[in-house]
């Protein structure tokens, strides 16, 4: 297989992850994103390979069939699964979590709104984020918003699956927009319930207080 | 603040033990004594409660003998409250209770996983550690936020350490002169070459067991791999989906010591492992000395004395056993203080 690492320029580190570096570079002259999962040491070498393999097909696959959904995803440039790395366009814009405080009341509720509507295709397509928080989302100059980072996303259709998106999406804007979080949280299930119909929104949100109860997915912000 | 000696009396599963430490957090007796299932059995519940109440009188007689204390020099007796198999927890209660009024000292209950977790702590000299607490019964990765250890990460179905168990019994594995199968499996695990590829279930930070278990056992009915193998493939999927989760909440809580215990903390290559993924986030590891990382009425007591300095203590008729206590159900009231 030819090497395409050696096309890259000016490869710059710029988030590291539990399992996966990001880098930000020039590839055959476009700006990308190269997302590599990195190997254990602590576990051995054949059921190393077998999980970042399959992870990284799997991402490849959702960012696709989320795109396919209607939420702007980075598009898969190249896939080099044998080395767990994608290759993704980078998207030029700002993280919605440093985004939402310039904004006026009403433009943010429609942007909170807009994110709604994403997660809601997300699940109803089956695809579970896994990490969906403001700091995952890039607000680029024309206005949309892109859900990036699938690292633990999953094809799932259970309830569960998707009430823990909405709890995590609610702990981000609790913790980095505490203002304004109960009106942004509302915007964004209205959003969501126009996806997916109030009756099965409420099944979700009901589910979210229930295992919020549990005390579970506390995170540091 | 006055010296305190707490007795601490210990009976959630199998063991039975007694223990008394000082409020400076001196050790200074134990003894235990623990039921021995039939060979190549599990626990049964009841046997094990009549094993305690037929061990009580001498288990607490050498403690005390041991550390020269007299029963009335004892400032307060706790127990563990929970969670635990029903009998157990009940003949426990009656001792712990009958001592208290007999001796007119006062009763503090206390939760048997945050007691493995303040023993270990003690013991290692961390403060703010990610807990991996991994014995018979539990399988569960916890920190300290807000006022409560929370758990970041659990097993859906069954335990880590009965995953292994159940397989080993399965198959014929048997450790002559130990009730649990564990050393027996770790040896034949480690004659084992190749790697055969077997269901890794990683949910966010929660695990699966029981789809591996199944399906390491019908590889072996079917004769379609050597047990060396399996045993060994087995080990090798279920600790690395452990460790990944303790990874992940490394990275997201930005914890920096991680502390194994319960008394599958002796298996070494789970320690190997640890200690190979702590070096990529600069954080330290630790595991609790093996006496005090299975059941122990040490833990019970030490943990006693913190919940009794903070003003926590039950009445005899408030004092019912809690089998289902979860850990995030009860406040940390003295790390509260510290942080």
């Not at chain 2, 493995?116 to 000299?125: A, R």
Request: proline content about 4%; glycine content about 8%.
């Amino acid at each position: 297989m030819v090497d395409l690492t050696l096309r890259f320029e000016n490869p710059t580190l710029f988030y590291v992850g539990a399992e996966a570096e990001v880098y930000r570079a020039k590839w055959y002259g476009i700006d990308v994103v190269i997302k590599r999962r990195i190997p254990k040491p602590y576990r051995i070498k054949e059921l190393d390979e077998e999980i970042r393999f399959r992870r990284t097909m799997r991402e490849a696959k959702i960012l696709h069939y989320a795109k396919k959904a209607g939420v702007p995803t980075p598009t898969v440039y190249f896939l080099d699964p044998t080395n767990s790395t994608i290759i993704m366009n980078f998207i030029e814009g700002e993280r919605t979590r440093e985004a939402l405080s310039k904004f006026t009341g009403e433009e943010r509720v429609r942007k909170i709104e807009l994110i709604g509507v994403y997660t809601g295709r997300l699940h109803q397509a089956g695809i579970q984020h896994g990490d969906l928080t403001t700091s995952n989302m890039i607000l680029t100059e024309d206005g949309r918003i892109f859900i990036v980072d699938f690292g633990l996303g999953a094809f799932t259709n259970e309830v569960e699956d998707m009430a823990v998106d909405l709890i995590l999406f609610r702990r981000a804007l609790m913790s980095t927009h505490y203002m304004f979080a109960e009106e942004c949280f509302k915007a964004f299930l209205r959003g969501y319930a126009s996806i997916r119909g109030r009756k099965i929104a409420d099944k979700v949100l009901d589910k979210a207080r229930e295992v919020e109860k549990r005390g579970r997915y506390v995170i540091r912000s | 603040m006055k010296r305190l000696l707490c007795l601490g009396i210990e009976g959630t599963a199998h063991t039975f033990g007694a223990g008394i430490v000082s409020s400076d957090g001196e050790i200074i007796a134990e003894s235990k004594s623990s039921y021995i299932p039939p060979s190549g059995r599990g626990i049964h519940p009841r046997e094990a409660s009549q094993h305690h109440s037929r061990v009580a009188d001498e288990v607490l007689r050498e403690a005390f003998n041991k550390s020269g204390v007299r029963p009335r020099e004892i400032d307060l007796i706790a127990f563990s409250q929970g969670p635990g198999l029903g009998p157990c927890l009940r003949n426990t209660a009656t001792i712990a209770r009958a001592l208290s009024v007999y001796l007119n000292k006062p009763l503090v209950g206390v939760n048997h996983l945050v007691a493995h977790i303040e023993i270990g702590k003690l013991t290692s000299k961390t403060r703010d550690p990610l807990i991996l607490i991994l014995s018979g019964g539990t399988t569960q990765l916890l920190g300290y936020e807000d006022g409560r250890y929370r758990v970041f990460g659990e097993t859906l179905d069954i335990t880590l350490a009965n995953c292994i168990d159940t397989f080993a019994r399965e198959t014929g594995i048997v450790d002559a002169g130990n009730p649990w199968p564990g050393p027996a499996f770790d040896k034949i695990a480690s004659e084992g070459r190749s790697y055969i590829p077997l269901p890794y279930t990683v949910k966010g930070m929660d695990l699966q067991f029981s789809g591996l278990l199944t399906a390491a056992l019908k590889m072996f009915r079917e004769k379609s791999a050597s047990l060396e193998d399996l045993c060994f493939s087995l080990q090798e999927t279920a600790l690395s989906m452990v460790v990944e989760v303790v990874e992940r909440a490394l990275a997201q809580t930005g914890k920096k010591e991680v502390l194994l215990t319960g008394g599958f903390a002796r298996n070494q290559r789970i320690r190997d492992m640890i200690r190979e993924m702590v070096k990529l986030h600069n954080a330290t590891f630790h595991v609790v000395p093996s006496e005090y990382a299975t059941d122990n009425g040490v833990m019970i007591a030490w943990t006693g004395i913190l919940a009794y300095q903070s003003g926590l203590k039950l009445n005899v008729e408030n004092s019912l056993v809690k089998p289902k206590w979860r850990i995030e159900d009860t406040q940390i009231v003295w790390m509260m203080k510290n942080s």
